[in-house]
């Protein structure tokens, strides 16, 4: 089934971000969110983030008022072939959607949730059939971070991991399949074990709040918005790549992965990262860092669109 029209159900940070993607593409959006019922706040985001869009090339065939606004979920996921869950990230609140809409939704329409924290097979007690509904989790914002992290198991139906793969790379995306489910899947995991060690060299005072973060932008991080750590270790041990790189080095990450902390986010070290951060923004508004890095994002990502249009 091509997809024309989708839904998405919730439509704050998440879904309005998806929703202005989505729009982008051309598709026709059904959107359902209790708190916005006249679509103010969804507008506004929309025409924030379209030149952000344009600037990735994406907004040629789109229409951004090309969505309506709908007073039930069940209304909006009618004649829809592919919904986005982003409805807060409750179990309670969510098990009452899928059992709202369930009746309502074409035979072959596929429900994928945004969930951060919560696991497949606790999101699909809410359903009668849960083999169409399957986990596309993203980074915010989705219009920008190309990141979908894809996860179905053995109640989802054949080819439905394989179709939504197909739909979130035909608008842009880029897709991996999580194979188990762990929570916070992959990317937050990796994201928590950095932070993790980011906040420890505060807290033991190896480095401030500010070098620690430049440590990472100005140095390993550049590299993995290149690449990922594993490819990247293959390029840095000769001509014997990982394999030679893990007999080399192997002896050394044992002992520096022995010395990293356990830690507990108190409030006392919370407030020490937090005044750390005021003071690496140097009195700039939230607002400015953030277009900051929204502008380097897109100017990274259209880096990658040119190399690839280059061969
Ligand atoms: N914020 C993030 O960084 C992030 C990243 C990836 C995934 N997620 C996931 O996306 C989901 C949404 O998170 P968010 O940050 O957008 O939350 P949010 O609170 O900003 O937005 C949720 C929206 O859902 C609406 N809503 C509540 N009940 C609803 C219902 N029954 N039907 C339709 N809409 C309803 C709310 O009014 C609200 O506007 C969560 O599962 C979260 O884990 C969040």
């Known amino acids: 089934m091509a997809t024309n029209t989708v839904a998405a159900?919730?439509?704050?940070?998440?879904?309005?971000?998806?929703?202005?993607?989505?729009?982008?593409?051309?598709?026709?959006?059904q959107v359902y969110d209790?708190?916005?019922?006249?679509?103010?706040?969804?507008?506004?985001?929309?025409?924030?983030?379209?030149p952000t869009l344009t600037a990735l090339g994406l907004t040629d065939r789109g229409d951004r008022a090309n969505y309506q606004l709908f007073d039930s979920a069940a209304a909006a996921v009618d004649g829809a072939e592919f919904i986005q869950e982003s409805v807060p990230e409750r179990l309670d609140l969510k098990h009452a959607l899928y059992a709202e809409i369930e009746p309502a939704l074409l035979p072959g329409a596929i429900v994928a949730s945004s969930a951060s924290g919560l696991l497949?097979?606790?999101?699909?007690?809410?359903?009668?059939?849960?083999?169409?509904?399957?986990?596309?989790h993203p980074f915010n914002p989705p219009h920008l971070i190309p990141l979908v992290e894809l996860l179905a198991n053995e109640a989802t139906a054949p080819g439905v991991l394989e179709t939504a793969e197909a739909f979130y790379r035909g608008i842009g995306k880029i897709t991996i399949r999580v194979n188990k489910e762990v929570p916070a899947h992959v990317a937050n995991r990796l994201q928590a074990a950095l932070w993790r060690e980011a906040i420890s060299l505060v807290q033991n005072g190896v480095a401030s709040v500010e070098d620690v973060d430049k440590a990472v932008w100005a140095g390993?991080?550049?590299?993995?918005?290149?690449?990922?750590?594993?490819?990247?270790?293959h390029l840095g041990a000769g001509p014997g790549g990982l394999g030679e790189f893990c007999d080399r080095y192997r002896d050394s990450f044992h002992r520096w992965w022995d010395d990293l902390d356990d830690l507990r986010l108190d409030d006392g070290l919370a407030r020490?990262?937090?005044?750390?951060?005021?003071?690496?923004?140097?009195?700039?508004?939230?607002?400015?860092?953030?277009?900051?890095?929204?502008?380097?994002?897109?100017?990274?990502?259209?880096?990658?669109q040119t190399l690839a249009e280059n061969g």
Do not use: C, K
């Open 34 to 50: 209790p708190a916005d019922p006249d679509g103010e706040r969804l507008g506004a985001y929309i025409d924030n983030a379209w």
């Open 220 to 233: 390993p991080g550049l590299r993995w918005a290149a690449m990922g750590p594993h490819m990247l270790f």
């Open 272 to 304: 020490q990262l937090f005044d750390g951060v005021v003071e690496e923004a140097a009195g700039r508004p939230v607002e400015s860092v953030a277009a900051e890095r929204d502008a380097l994002i897109v100017e990274f990502l259209r880096g990658r």
């Open 120 to 136: 497949v097979r606790e999101m699909q007690q809410g359903w009668r059939d849960p083999s169409r509904f399957i986990l596309g």
């Open 9 to 29: 159900l919730g439509a704050g940070v998440i879904g309005a971000s998806w929703t202005a993607l989505f729009l982008a593409n051309g598709l026709r959006v």
